[in-house]
């Protein structure tokens, strides 16, 4: 079936940048989000990119889509302390289906 | 205010008694869906609907059920809540135009 993958653990130092990366297997997937979860928190939308985009940017958040290798990332630029915490890719699938499937999550530590 | 809401936020209850976690959204959204989020596990879709009356299963629907009779509200019923239905659980509504957006989540312990 459909996957979606993420590392599991990313550090950096304040000031530098973060890359998350996501890789996931549906070729027909239309929509590909960003999600951020803070201890005990919900699930906050940092941003999304439709599959025939292949770059979004957003304030200090750009996304790059490589659909032919089915390759998501996030890139955060200038990484604060504020910024830890656990980082979701999800990949929504074709349009007349409703399924929508998580990466495991990548936990960035953010050092002073 | 656009939102997603949920209700309760937090409860606790014994195996075998009935529970719905209510959800309701006011953007006029046409898709809604449940997950479940649970350590380990990650988020793991449960049911979704694409209209009112049209519902379909998730990855993981067993011992639930879900209604959508209108447009803003999305219940999720535990008709016989075991305690492995114990975990985080949030209601989500995406736009046409593709944003999601999810709710507060809801804490359930089943003892």
């Known amino acids: 079936g459909e996957d979606v993958e993420q590392s599991l653990f990313l550090s950096v130092r304040e000031g530098d940048s973060s890359v998350i990366n996501c890789t996931y297997t549906?070729?027909?997937?239309?929509?590909l989000y960003w999600y951020k979860q803070e201890p005990g928190a919900g699930l906050q939308l940092l941003t999304y990119?439709?599959?025939?985009?292949d770059m979004k940017q957003d304030q200090r958040l750009t996304v790059l889509l490589n659909k032919k290798d089915k390759h998501l990332s996030l890139r955060i630029a200038d990484t604060q302390t504020g910024d830890s915490a656990i980082y979701f890719c999800?990949?929504?699938?074709?349009?007349?289906?409703?399924?929508?499937?998580f990466g495991q999550g990548t936990t960035l530590q953010v050092k002073p | 205010e656009a939102q997603v809401t949920q209700n309760p936020r937090y409860l606790i209850t014994v195996t075998g008694k009935k529970l719905t976690v209510t959800c309701s959204q006011n953007?006029?959204?046409?898709?809604m869906s449940w997950y479940r989020q649970d350590p380990g596990l990650g988020l793991r879709q449960i049911y979704y609907?694409?209209?009112?009356?049209?519902?379909d299963k998730g990855d993981v629907p067993e011992g639930y059920k879900v209604s959508r009779k209108e447009k803003r509200n999305f219940p999720l019923i535990l008709e016989s809540p075991s305690p492995n239905q114990t975990s985080l659980y949030f209601c989500?509504?995406?736009?046409?135009?593709?944003?999601?957006?999810f709710g507060e989540g809801s804490r359930l312990t089943v003892l």
């Open positions: 989500a509504s995406r736009s046409g135009d593709g944003e999601l957006f």
């Open positions: 549906d070729s027909s997937s239309t929509y």
């Open positions: 990119i439709f599959s025939n985009m």
């Open positions: 999800a990949e929504f699938g074709s349009s007349n289906t409703g399924k929508l499937i």
């Open positions: 953007m006029n959204h046409e898709y």
């Open positions: 609907s694409m209209n009112v009356e049209v519902t």
